[in-house]
Protein backbone atom coordinates (compact mmCIF):
# COMPACT_ATOMS: atom_id res chain seq x y z
CA UNK A 1 0.00 0.00 0.00
CA UNK A 2 1.14 3.45 -0.99
CA UNK A 3 -0.44 6.72 -0.35
CA UNK A 4 -1.21 6.96 -3.90
CA UNK A 5 -4.04 4.12 -2.71
CA UNK A 6 -5.62 6.20 -0.52
CA UNK A 7 -5.97 9.06 -3.20
CA UNK A 8 -6.88 6.68 -5.73
CA UNK A 9 -9.61 5.55 -3.18
CA UNK A 10 -10.99 9.26 -2.84
CA UNK A 11 -10.87 10.43 -6.39
CA UNK A 12 -12.41 7.28 -7.74
CA UNK A 13 -15.33 7.45 -5.24
CA UNK A 14 -15.93 11.13 -6.10
CA UNK A 15 -15.67 10.19 -9.68
CA UNK A 16 -18.98 7.94 -9.72
CA UNK A 17 -20.55 9.95 -7.44
CA UNK A 18 -20.28 12.81 -9.63
CA UNK A 19 -21.62 9.91 -12.93
CA UNK A 20 -24.45 9.04 -10.54
CA UNK A 21 -25.35 12.66 -9.92
CA UNK A 22 -25.79 13.67 -13.38
CA UNK A 23 -27.88 10.26 -13.95
CA UNK A 24 -29.96 10.70 -11.10
CA UNK A 25 -31.05 14.43 -12.08
CA UNK A 26 -32.96 12.36 -15.11
CA UNK A 27 -35.38 10.71 -12.36
CA UNK A 28 -39.13 12.12 -13.34
CA UNK A 29 -38.65 12.68 -16.45
CA UNK A 30 -37.42 8.68 -17.00
CA UNK A 31 -38.83 5.45 -15.04
CA UNK A 32 -36.71 5.24 -11.42
CA UNK A 33 -36.16 1.73 -12.18
CA UNK A 34 -34.22 2.29 -15.11
CA UNK A 35 -31.99 4.98 -13.79
CA UNK A 36 -31.11 3.12 -11.19
CA UNK A 37 -30.11 0.02 -12.97
CA UNK A 38 -27.91 2.30 -15.30
CA UNK A 39 -26.26 4.19 -12.42
CA UNK A 40 -25.24 0.43 -11.00
CA UNK A 41 -24.29 -0.72 -14.64
CA UNK A 42 -22.53 2.71 -15.47
CA UNK A 43 -20.50 3.06 -12.14
CA UNK A 44 -19.65 -0.31 -11.89
CA UNK A 45 -18.38 -0.08 -15.33
CA UNK A 46 -16.16 3.14 -14.89
CA UNK A 47 -14.63 1.48 -11.63
CA UNK A 48 -13.73 -1.24 -13.15
CA UNK A 49 -12.22 0.34 -16.26
CA UNK A 50 -10.37 3.11 -13.86
CA UNK A 51 -9.27 0.43 -11.64
CA UNK A 52 -7.98 -1.61 -14.30
CA UNK A 53 -5.61 1.15 -16.04
CA UNK A 54 -4.18 2.62 -12.55
CA UNK A 55 -3.81 -0.62 -11.11
CA UNK A 56 -3.48 -3.24 -13.75
CA UNK A 57 -1.91 -5.47 -11.23
CA UNK A 58 -4.76 -5.93 -8.73
CA UNK A 59 -7.68 -7.88 -8.40
CA UNK A 60 -11.21 -6.46 -8.44
CA UNK A 61 -14.92 -7.48 -6.02
CA UNK A 62 -17.60 -5.25 -7.12
CA UNK A 63 -21.17 -6.00 -5.70
CA UNK A 64 -22.24 -5.51 -9.96
CA UNK A 65 -19.90 -7.60 -11.71
CA UNK A 66 -18.61 -10.96 -11.84
CA UNK A 67 -16.72 -12.89 -8.84
CA UNK A 68 -13.02 -13.44 -10.69
CA UNK A 69 -11.91 -16.19 -7.60
CA UNK A 70 -8.42 -15.36 -9.06
CA UNK A 71 -8.97 -12.46 -6.23
CA UNK A 72 -8.31 -15.05 -3.15
CA UNK A 73 -4.67 -15.25 -4.59
CA UNK A 74 -3.88 -11.81 -4.84
CA UNK A 75 -2.19 -9.84 -2.84
CA UNK A 76 -3.82 -6.53 -3.28
CA UNK A 77 -8.18 -6.53 -4.05
CA UNK A 78 -10.18 -3.66 -4.34
CA UNK A 79 -13.80 -4.44 -2.96
CA UNK A 80 -16.31 -1.84 -4.24
CA UNK A 81 -19.92 -1.28 -4.14
CA UNK A 82 -20.54 1.23 -6.84
CA UNK A 83 -24.11 2.65 -5.89
CA UNK A 84 -24.87 1.46 -2.23
CA UNK A 85 -28.47 2.46 -1.33
CA UNK A 86 -29.77 2.10 -4.72
CA UNK A 87 -33.72 2.59 -3.25
CA UNK A 88 -32.76 5.46 -1.77
CA UNK A 89 -30.65 7.12 -5.15
CA UNK A 90 -34.32 6.40 -6.98
CA UNK A 91 -35.59 8.67 -4.30
CA UNK A 92 -34.47 12.17 -4.54
CA UNK A 93 -34.15 13.89 -2.90
CA UNK A 94 -32.87 11.38 -0.11
CA UNK A 95 -28.79 11.99 0.41
CA UNK A 96 -28.80 9.06 2.56
CA UNK A 97 -27.08 6.61 -0.73
CA UNK A 98 -23.25 5.79 -1.38
CA UNK A 99 -20.34 4.77 -3.43
CA UNK A 100 -17.65 2.62 -1.78
CA UNK A 101 -14.33 2.06 -2.67
CA UNK A 102 -11.69 -0.06 -0.44
CA UNK A 103 -8.49 -1.30 -0.93
CA UNK A 104 -7.59 -4.70 0.60
CA UNK A 105 -4.50 -6.17 1.68
CA UNK A 106 -4.10 -9.88 4.03
CA UNK A 107 -7.93 -9.39 4.92
CA UNK A 108 -7.70 -5.73 5.88
CA UNK A 109 -9.84 -3.13 4.40
CA UNK A 110 -6.62 -0.64 4.37
CA UNK A 111 -7.30 2.09 2.38
CA UNK A 112 -10.60 3.46 1.43
CA UNK A 113 -13.30 5.73 0.67
CA UNK A 114 -17.26 6.63 0.85
CA UNK A 115 -18.64 9.27 -1.77
CA UNK A 116 -21.93 10.96 -0.63
CA UNK A 117 -22.75 12.01 -3.46
CA UNK A 118 -26.01 14.07 -2.73
CA UNK A 119 -23.96 15.49 0.83
CA UNK A 120 -21.16 16.60 -1.68
CA UNK A 121 -18.67 14.56 0.82
CA UNK A 122 -16.49 12.35 0.40
CA UNK A 123 -14.98 10.44 3.42
CA UNK A 124 -11.59 8.43 3.39
CA UNK A 125 -8.19 7.05 4.90
CA UNK A 126 -6.54 10.12 3.16
CA UNK A 127 -7.63 12.35 4.73
CA UNK A 128 -9.13 10.69 8.33
CA UNK A 129 -12.24 12.87 9.77
CA UNK A 130 -12.03 13.76 13.26
CA UNK A 131 -15.52 12.36 15.42
CA UNK A 132 -17.13 15.19 17.01
CA UNK A 133 -17.95 14.33 20.71
CA UNK A 134 -20.77 13.09 21.83
CA UNK A 135 -24.21 13.96 22.30
CA UNK A 136 -26.31 14.04 25.44
CA UNK A 137 -27.95 10.80 24.45
CA UNK A 138 -26.82 7.49 22.36
CA UNK A 139 -28.07 7.31 18.97
CA UNK A 140 -28.35 3.58 17.29
CA UNK A 141 -28.40 4.07 13.47
CA UNK A 142 -31.09 1.47 11.83
CA UNK A 143 -32.00 0.07 8.22
CA UNK A 144 -35.16 2.04 6.99
CA UNK A 145 -36.73 -1.00 5.59
CA UNK A 146 -35.34 -3.85 7.62
CA UNK A 147 -34.79 -2.99 11.06
CA UNK A 148 -32.97 -5.50 13.15
CA UNK A 149 -35.28 -7.27 15.26
CA UNK A 150 -32.91 -6.68 18.00
CA UNK A 151 -33.01 -3.05 18.14
CA UNK A 152 -35.27 -2.90 20.78
CA UNK A 153 -32.91 -4.70 23.02
CA UNK A 154 -30.07 -1.64 21.97
CA UNK A 155 -32.38 0.83 22.89
CA UNK A 156 -33.09 -0.76 26.27
CA UNK A 157 -29.46 -1.28 27.00
CA UNK A 158 -28.38 1.95 25.80
CA UNK A 159 -30.70 4.37 26.68
CA UNK A 160 -30.75 5.44 22.95
CA UNK A 161 -32.94 6.57 20.34
CA UNK A 162 -33.33 5.39 17.36
CA UNK A 163 -31.90 6.83 13.63
CA UNK A 164 -33.44 5.52 10.34
CA UNK A 165 -31.37 5.60 7.65
CA UNK A 166 -30.83 3.84 3.97
CA UNK A 167 -27.40 2.50 2.60
CA UNK A 168 -24.67 0.69 4.79
CA UNK A 169 -22.20 3.23 3.82
CA UNK A 170 -24.29 6.13 4.72
CA UNK A 171 -25.11 4.50 8.11
CA UNK A 172 -21.22 4.09 8.87
CA UNK A 173 -20.29 7.38 8.33
CA UNK A 174 -23.52 8.89 10.18
CA UNK A 175 -21.05 8.05 13.14
CA UNK A 176 -17.83 9.07 11.47
CA UNK A 177 -19.91 12.81 11.23
CA UNK A 178 -21.16 12.30 14.86
CA UNK A 179 -24.73 12.37 13.32
CA UNK A 180 -24.98 9.15 15.49
CA UNK A 181 -23.31 6.64 17.50
CA UNK A 182 -23.67 3.14 16.98
CA UNK A 183 -24.47 1.19 13.70
CA UNK A 184 -25.27 -2.22 14.36
CA UNK A 185 -26.07 -4.63 11.36
CA UNK A 186 -26.91 -8.24 11.67
CA UNK A 187 -29.40 -8.50 8.86
CA UNK A 188 -27.19 -9.96 5.93
CA UNK A 189 -24.47 -8.00 3.93
CA UNK A 190 -21.87 -8.74 1.61
CA UNK A 191 -18.27 -7.36 1.70
CA UNK A 192 -18.61 -4.76 -0.71
CA UNK A 193 -21.70 -3.10 1.39
CA UNK A 194 -19.05 -2.93 4.56
CA UNK A 195 -15.38 -2.95 3.42
CA UNK A 196 -14.56 1.02 2.65
CA UNK A 197 -16.92 2.42 5.51
CA UNK A 198 -14.82 -0.19 7.96
CA UNK A 199 -11.80 1.34 6.13
CA UNK A 200 -12.26 4.95 6.96
CA UNK A 201 -14.41 4.04 9.99
CA UNK A 202 -11.12 2.56 11.59
CA UNK A 203 -9.15 5.28 10.57
CA UNK A 204 -11.54 7.48 12.54
CA UNK A 205 -10.64 5.56 15.48
CA UNK A 206 -13.90 4.03 15.56
CA UNK A 207 -14.50 0.46 16.77
CA UNK A 208 -15.22 -1.94 13.61
CA UNK A 209 -16.08 -6.09 14.40
CA UNK A 210 -18.45 -8.45 13.82
CA UNK A 211 -21.27 -7.94 16.00
CA UNK A 212 -20.18 -10.53 18.51
CA UNK A 213 -16.72 -8.33 19.13
CA UNK A 214 -14.76 -10.68 16.48
CA UNK A 215 -12.57 -9.00 13.70
CA UNK A 216 -13.75 -8.77 10.26
CA UNK A 217 -11.75 -10.20 7.62
CA UNK A 218 -12.37 -9.45 3.40
CA UNK A 219 -11.36 -11.06 0.75
CA UNK A 220 -13.04 -14.88 1.44
CA UNK A 221 -14.20 -16.92 -0.65
CA UNK A 222 -18.07 -16.46 0.54
CA UNK A 223 -17.80 -12.70 0.01
CA UNK A 224 -21.01 -12.60 2.29
CA UNK A 225 -20.58 -11.16 5.52
CA UNK A 226 -23.73 -10.83 7.39
CA UNK A 227 -23.00 -8.69 10.57
CA UNK A 228 -21.41 -5.87 11.33
CA UNK A 229 -20.53 -3.25 14.28
CA UNK A 230 -19.72 0.39 13.85
CA UNK A 231 -19.27 2.47 17.35
CA UNK A 232 -17.84 4.67 19.25
CA UNK A 233 -15.10 2.69 20.93
CA UNK A 234 -16.25 3.18 24.65
CA UNK A 235 -19.83 2.14 23.71
CA UNK A 236 -18.43 -1.30 21.92
CA UNK A 237 -18.39 -3.38 25.31
CA UNK A 238 -21.94 -2.68 26.23
CA UNK A 239 -23.28 -3.11 22.65
CA UNK A 240 -21.26 -6.09 22.62
CA UNK A 241 -22.62 -7.54 25.69
CA UNK A 242 -26.06 -6.47 25.03
CA UNK A 243 -26.15 -8.27 22.03
CA UNK A 244 -24.99 -11.58 23.66
Known amino acids: MTPADHLDAVNLARE ?31 LMAKLAERH ?27 LDGTREFGEPPRTDWAVHVALVVGGDPVAGAVALPAQGRVLSTFDPPSVPAPGPRVRLVVSRSRPPAWASVLVDALGAELVEMGSAGAKAMAIVQGEADVYAHAGGQHEWDSAAPVAVAGAAGLHCSRIDGSPLVYNRPDPWLPDLLICRPELAGRVIAALR
Do not use: F
Request: net charge negative.
Open 56 to 82: PDDAVLSEEGTDDRRRLEAARVWIVDP
Open 16 to 46: AGQLLLGLRARIGAEPPDDVKAEGDRRSHEL
